[in-house]
Structures are given as C-alpha cells and as structure tokens.
C-alpha cells in the first residue's frame, strides 16, 4: 500500500516538472501570438493613413499607420498580444469617428511587417520607439495619449514612466503576467514566469491622468485586475466598468456609457492642461 502510494506521488511529481518544464520553454509562445498577414488596410475602412516605418533602439524596424482623425490629439494605440494592427482597424475607426484622434497604430517586433520576434523587453523598446516617433513630428506631449490594451497596456505604462504625456488609458489590463498566470496556470510557481510586466509594481509611479476600463464579463483578464491598478495608481484615476463586455469587445458593447467615459476623461483631462 505504501509502495502504490509512493509510486503515484513519484509519477505525479514527475508528471508536474515535465508538464511545468514544458510550459517554461513555450512561455513567450504563451504570451505572445503574433500574426504576419494583414488581412485589412486603413481603406477597407475608409480612413485615411499614412504609412509608419519607425526603428528601435535596438535596430528592429517596425511597420504601422498614422490614421488622421479631425482632431488635435493623437492616441497611441498598443494593441494586445494576438494578430496584428490589421485586427484593430474597425476599433480605431470608432475612435477616429466618436472621439475624433488620430490613431497610431503600430506593429510591435514579430507582428504584421514588423521585424523581430517579441519579448517584454523588446516590445517596451518598441513603445519607446513609437512615442519618440511621434513626438518628433511636433506633437505636444499634452495632446498625447496612450492606449494600452490588455498586454498593451504593460507597454504603455512603461512608456508613461519614461516619456511625458498627456493622458493614459488603459483597458482590460493585468496586473502582472505571474498574476494572471495564477489564474490560468495555477499550478505553475510565479517565480517560475520570467515574463514579468509588473503593472502593479509601477502603476503608482505613473503620475498622469488614468483611466481604466474593463468588461465585468472578462475571463481572459478578470475584473479584478483593473480594479487592482485603477486603486493603485498615483493621480486623478477614474475608473468604467463596462456592462456585459468581455475582452475583446469593449467598444461594442459599452455603447453610450462608454463613449461618455472616453469624453469626460479626455474633457478632463485637455481643461487640466489648458
């Protein structure tokens, strides 16, 4: 009896380390889910755009589009960790019409025609990158905003640490990649994730306007995480929850309540630097 019982603790031990050792090696593959064809340009969707080519500061060229907007504001678009900026076209449409930005819109290493394959600290690179860029066309720091979805939002709080601007939105974020992992891996040690993309830790060190967002129907990333990051940020935080939304339909389904979100923020927030 004793034997049986130690034979199953020994197969259920090895079974653990080899199914947590492969979960290791395919971590990035995990996280990231990049895809390279475009399957829609700005036209499809009757905007207008010009074509980005930015470089990183490691040499990796990234590809992307200014899509004008009737505005003086631009929003910077960080997309999430799967498809392309092909995939956002329809979203960003709705943020040229209802709100009126231009939208940048570009790929992150390893996406769409972007160079490179993606890792935290490439793509935090590669925000850096796409702000300078922007910035060097004579943008005020104050008619920046940053968008950060889901993984999106890592990259965008670390620009927000590093680069002046005037607003951050964030919508379905985590509080950290070992958090989440908790959630959906929660056999797997967070000190075993080397992918990290602490929110949490830096949020509080953030002081600009923030917004939160985030669908109570979420299972990808619970609404518990947003919350977490909204009680946690440093200055003038204001947080929407986004009735029957999931993840990744936000802007469908948050109809008027969530357009007049967006609008009182970006109200606030362009009076604050008036």
Do not use: C
């Not at 329809?90 to 709100?99: E, K, P, S």
């Not at 690179?125 to 104050?142: E, K, N, P, Q």
């Amino acid at each position: 009896m004793v034997g049986t019982a130690l034979s199953l603790l020994t197969f259920a031990v090895v079974a653990w380390l080899l199914l947590v050792g492969l979960l290791m090696l395919q971590e990035r593959r995990l996280i990231f889910f990049p895809t390279t064809v475009l399957t829609a340009l700005p036209a499809d969707f009757g905007l207008h755009a010009q074509e980005l080519s930015i470089t990183a500061a490691d040499g990796v060229r990234l590809h992307g589009w200014w899509i004008q907007g009737p505005g003086d504001r631009v929003l910077i678009w960080y997309h999430g960790n799967a498809g392309n900026i092909g995939h956002r076209l329809d979203n960003a449409r709705w943020f040229v019409d209802q709100l009126g930005f231009d939208v940048v819109l570009v790929d992150y290493r390893g996406y769409g025609r972007s160079e490179g394959a993606p890792d935290e600290e490439g793509v935090y690179l590669d925000g850096l990158a796409i702000y300078d860029a922007v910035a060097a066309r004579s943008v005020r720091a104050d008619d920046i905003v940053l968008f950060g979805r889901s993984l999106g939002g890592a990259v965008a709080i670390e620009v927000a640490l590093h680069r002046p601007v005037g607003a951050l939105a964030l919508e379905s974020p985590f509080r950290s990649v070992p958090a989440l992992a908790r959630e959906h891996y929660w056999f797997v040690p967070s000190f075993l994730v080397r992918t990290r993309m602490d929110n949490e830790s830096k949020i509080g060190s953030v002081d600009v306007p923030t917004l939160v967002l985030h669908g109570d129907r979420d299972r990808v990333v619970p609404v518990a995480h947003g919350r977490r990051l909204f009680e946690l940020a440093a200055r003038s935080a204001q947080f929407h929850l986004i009735e029957g939304a999931g993840h990744n339909d936000t802007y469908l389904v948050g109809g008027r309540p969530y357009r007049d979100a967006w609008t009182a923020f970006l109200r606030r927030t362009a009076s604050a630097v008036g």
